[in-house]
């Protein structure tokens, strides 16, 4: 029969099993991983779609989050859903030691590369001085108390602070209005509540509400987007729907992404799940017959469409020197 473990013994059994997944815990209640477009993107293979969009440079940039709690079970995550916790616990950590310590963290972590004989010299010198901060590793970040002044010392640190947040948190969302994150992602996981509710699984009833409050607010973001994540048999359906409320709340831009079949995600869905690119694109092009929005860019290898109402010059940002 087994033995029922205790919250801090399933805590520290998680933690254990997030080392040998390639996470490194920073303090209390943050974590860094290096993303594969990073490893790819120092030995020249190929890059992040945010390279492809936005000029990021994924040699560059910290994949990290300031929690692992969060507020929703997504069906197509792929990361490990069994503990969840919706509301925070325990201590609430110094924003600085968070940022220094995941960019710490991160360096350690990419060391190899300085012996690998596939890494381009100038990428390793520049890894060592990260750029970005992707704030989008795991858990729902704005549920740290603490994650304006975290993104204010991130950008005093002259780095870029991408933010990715389910929405459900619109009091944080709108206390960010005066400490903006350099661009603030919104996913929307259903074109209604019902597909929502299916594939985002949220743990508060009221959460399809508190997403569209934060929708309302988002265009008070210098730059913003709605994510669309798309699974097959889920929320790959009615793209006149996402259309209709991608006209309500205008977003500067308009992601849709493929649900990727890795992680933990294999062990609820099936690959069959994950639509083909020539699948993305088609949706997105439905999106675009049906609002004012049209497809701009894509990244074949990401499965991912950019739709926006108008391109413009500064879209990929500048870093030429820094």
């Given at each position: 029969m087994p033995i029922a473990l205790n919250v801090v013994e399933q805590k520290d059994l998680k933690n254990k099993q997030r080392y040998s997944e390639g996470y490194r815990l920073v303090g209390n209640h943050s974590a860094v991983k290096i993303c594969e477009y990073c490893k790819k993107a120092i030995t020249g293979k190929d890059v992040c779609y945010k390279n492809t969009f936005y000029g990021i440079e994924s040699w560059r940039c910290v994949q990290m989050s300031?929690?692992?709690?969060?507020?929703?079970?997504?069906?197509?995550?792929w990361r490990d859903i069994e503990y969840v916790w919706p509301k925070w616990q325990g201590p609430v950590d110094d924003p600085k030691d968070i940022v220094e310590g995941c960019i710490k963290a991160h360096i350690e972590l990419l060391q190899g590369f300085k012996g690998n004989s596939e890494a381009i010299a100038e990428k390793v010198k520049e890894m060592g001085k990260p750029l970005h901060f992707a704030i989008s590793l795991t858990g729902e970040p704005t549920m740290y108390p603490k994650l304006p002044e975290m993104i204010d010392f991130i950008k005093e640190k002259g780095m870029t602070a991408f933010l990715v947040t389910n929405g459900t948190i619109p009091f944080m969302v709108e206390k960010l209005i005066a400490h903006q994150p350099t661009q603030l992602y919104i996913s929307v996981y259903g074109p209604n509540k019902e597909i929502?509710?299916?594939?985002?699984?949220?743990?508060?009833?009221?959460?399809?509400?508190?997403?569209?409050?934060?929708?309302?607010?988002?265009?008070?973001?210098?730059?913003?987007?709605?994510?669309?994540?798309?699974?097959?048999?889920?929320?790959?359906?009615?793209?006149?729907?996402?259309?209709?409320?991608?006209?309500?709340?205008?977003?500067?831009?308009?992601?849709?992404?493929?649900?990727?079949?890795?992680?933990?995600?294999?062990?609820?869905?099936?690959?069959?799940?994950?639509?083909?690119?020539?699948?993305?694109?088609?949706?997105?092009?439905?999106?675009?017959?049906?609002?004012?929005?049209?497809?701009?860019?894509?990244?074949?290898?990401?499965?991912?469409?950019?739709?926006?109402?108008?391109?413009?010059?500064?879209?990929?940002?500048?870093?030429?020197?820094?």
């Open positions: 300031p929690t692992f709690f969060c507020d929703h079970r997504c069906v197509f995550c929502y509710q299916k594939t985002a699984n949220p743990i508060s009833k009221d959460a399809w509400e508190k997403l569209h409050k934060s929708l309302s607010i988002m265009h008070k973001f210098k730059r913003n987007v709605v994510r669309l994540t798309l699974v097959k048999n889920y929320n790959f359906v009615d793209p006149e729907g996402y259309a209709r409320l991608i006209e309500k709340y205008k977003p500067m831009f308009v992601e849709c992404k493929g649900f990727s079949f890795i992680g933990h995600a294999q062990e609820r869905l099936q690959v069959h799940n994950m639509p083909y690119n020539d699948e993305v694109l088609e949706f997105a092009k439905k999106i675009q017959q049906n609002s004012s929005y049209k497809l701009i860019d894509s990244k074949k290898e990401s499965r991912v469409a950019l739709l926006a109402r108008d391109d413009f010059k500064d879209r990929k940002m500048n870093f030429e020197g820094l």
